[in-house]
């Protein structure tokens, strides 16, 4: 069984090739995998598979937890890279629940064309129950809650971000972003990505924090978004159509726990 560990701005994922494993993933499986103190650790587990009539690799994408999410903007751009080192080709596409994307690879800089971007939606079902802050709702073809603060260092993200996360108004969960501007084309994140916590950085989330703001006229694109893993860099058409761009790497295998092994046995 092949398994890699890749990492993007302090995104770590385990990239699993389905057709190498001796059985499916499943739910206790991710876990065992993402746990840092049980497994490899990291924010997920990306399962890649072919399904040539789509694109050049199609992409499942696991949460630690053990739940399904249907985009991943640093997990497309690491699935990429990994596909164009197999074909030789700089212009690749990757199949998710969230559509086939369209992605550049030049060396370690990879972009990703992700699902343009939308302000409504049934992930975002508002009602009696107030929201406790101010904030835009943003899908990239998953949930996000883009909340623009004075000081992102400061904004008690790790004691409300649970909260947040399972709120009434998102009945599928979603992820929390809180922002902050710089100037014009670049302002700070913090992230709490939904059935992982919070996280060095999150490729969608920075698409949806770059939306959220150009929308609230406080940014124009291109938008660079300092993470606390890195910057990455949005573009956002007239459309609301979205491209990420940011470095993708591969890192070194740690040795796969006995237990885990079983596990996929």
């Known amino acids: 069984m092949t398994i890699e560990r890749w990492e993007a701005c302090g995104n770590v994922y385990l990239l699993v090739e389905q057709q190498r494993l001796p059985r499916p993933l499943d739910a206790s499986v991710v876990r065992a995998l993402s746990d840092p103190s049980l497994g490899l650790g990291g924010d997920g587990v990306l399962e890649l598979f072919d399904e040539p009539e789509r694109a050049d690799v199609s992409m499942r994408i696991w949460n630690p937890d053990g739940s399904l999410t249907e985009a991943c903007g640093n997990g497309t751009r690491m699935a990429a890279r990994w596909i164009a080192e197999r074909t030789g080709t700089s212009e690749v596409t990757v199949a998710t629940a969230a559509g086939v994307l369209a992605c550049h690879v030049e060396g370690e ?34 949930p996000h809650v883009v909340i623009s603060v004075d000081d ?10 649970p909260g947040l996360e399972h709120h009434a108004w998102f009945p ?5 972003e809180v922002t902050m501007p710089i ?34 006229g406080t940014a124009d694109s291109p938008v660079t978004v300092e ?7 949005v573009t956002v058409g007239p459309g609301r159509e979205v491209t990420l761009t940011g470095p993708a790497r591969r890192l070194e295998l740690l040795a796969l726990p006995e237990h885990v092994q079983e596990l996929l046995r």
Do not use: K
């Open 227 to 233: 993470v606390p893993g890195g910057e990455l860099v």
């Open 109 to 142: 800089t990879i972009s990703a064309a992700l699902a343009p971007a939308m302000l409504a939606g049934s992930q975002y079902q508002p009602g009696a129950d107030a929201f406790p802050y101010p904030h835009r709702f943003v899908s990239i073809g998953n």
């Open 183 to 216: 100037d014009r084309h670049r302002l700070r994140m913090r992230v709490w990505e939904r059935g992982v916590g919070e996280t060095l950085a999150c490729g969608s989330g920075a698409c949806a924090a770059a939306v959220a703001a150009i929308e609230d």
């Open 152 to 161: 992102v260092a400061a904004f008690p993200l790790a004691a409300v971000g």
């Open 172 to 176: 599928e969960r979603t992820n929390v």
